[in-house]
């Protein structure tokens, strides 16, 4: 197997989002969950995206993570590698962007490397080195009520500056809009200055298709999947790539299924109260999760009930307000870490019962899932909402399933219905 594309995503639903993106622009691709066993056999694939759960461990361990991984990928051929971040720049003053960043530079040899988590179709937007969410300063948005990475500043070149050891520019929006050569005399000049790292406008999704270009001329790039779908693109336009197919839809998996949402993000909260109308939904206690393990056999015992019935939801997920008391009471981590494990062990304890199935909310939650049920990867299917596809498992010992993995705040109103009528 020699990709033309390796891919390292810092958490397993960003991962399907950029895997879902490079599977449109028609690269064949497979989603990995850590880096892979040589043993685990994959099919020929344009791209492989390797899914580490890295955004918010310690610096140190996403680094040689992350190392691992890229050094995986370059001994499969693949050329320019893409560090995968979330499309509204989670992380804090300590990393892990700006420190992954800086080893994976070092690693490739690139004098400078191109950093933009700008993706203007699903509403992320770069403007003079600030994002935007939609119509808002990402300080402005939800975001910064995030429960494990608020973010407090929009200026994304003073937000990497503060995590990363590497000088960190701009390519403005008045070199975007010009031409490649453009930003291509924009970079030299900053490479010049011995600046190593920089922050790219993009408002429009023309522009990432530039951008994508660009980038191609070095071996490294970081951004969300708006960089993935111009990386494609400019694969596919200069012939590197054949364009494939649509993926073909493969045989019913059937049997129950179940969905479980963690997130605590404004979306999933109204996609959990608008499931509510159409099948039983049960509400963990975080209070009693933290305490012990009462609250995870109550979701087993409940759910055995409802199985049989048709679809059901279990959901640790709390507004922005009761995660702060909880977080007050015993700790982020502690608190953070209960939740996570409370959801893993349901999900086990949902595919004993012969789940195969799965649709989860949450990029921690996602984590915390597929580590625990051993999956080691995942072929990409039908899109269910923007960036979200459907996942159909690969080498899983426990056989054919299928899961979903959603970032907290994609999808519509309906999103758990969608994902259960695109998983037969």
Known sequence: MTLALGCIADDYTGASDLANTLTRCGLRTVQTIGVPDDALALPDVDAVVVSLKSRSIEASQAVSRSREADKWLRA??????????????????????????????????????????????????????????????????????????????????????????????LVDLAAVSKDAEAIRARLHELAAQGINAAIIDAVFDPELEMIGQVALDHRLSVGASGMGLGLARGLVASGRVSEASAVANEKPIGGPVACLAGSCSQATLAQIAHAEKSMPVLRLDPEKIVAGPSEVQRALDWSREHLGKGPVLIASSSTPDQVSALQARHGRDVAGHAIEQAMAAISEGLVAAGVRRLVIAGGETSGAVVDRLGIPAFLVGPEIAAGVPVLRCVGWTKGEAVTALKSGNFGGPDFFNDAIRLMP
Do not use: W
Request: with cysteine.
């Open 76 to 169: 499969r051929g693949a050329s320019h590698v893409l560090f995968k971040i979330c499309s509204t720049f989670d992380s804090t003053d300590a990393g892990n962007i700006g420190p992954v960043m800086d080893a994976l530079r070092a690693d490739s040899g690139d004098a400078i490397v191109l950093v933009t988590p700008a993706f203007p179709g699903t509403g992320r937007t770069v403007y003079q080195g600030n994002l935007f969410v939609g119509s808002v300063p990402l300080n402005e948005s939800p975001l910064k009520d995030h429960p494990l990475n608020p973010m407090h500043d929009s200026n994304l070149v003073r937000v990497l500056a503060r995590q990363s050891k590497s000088r960190v520019g």
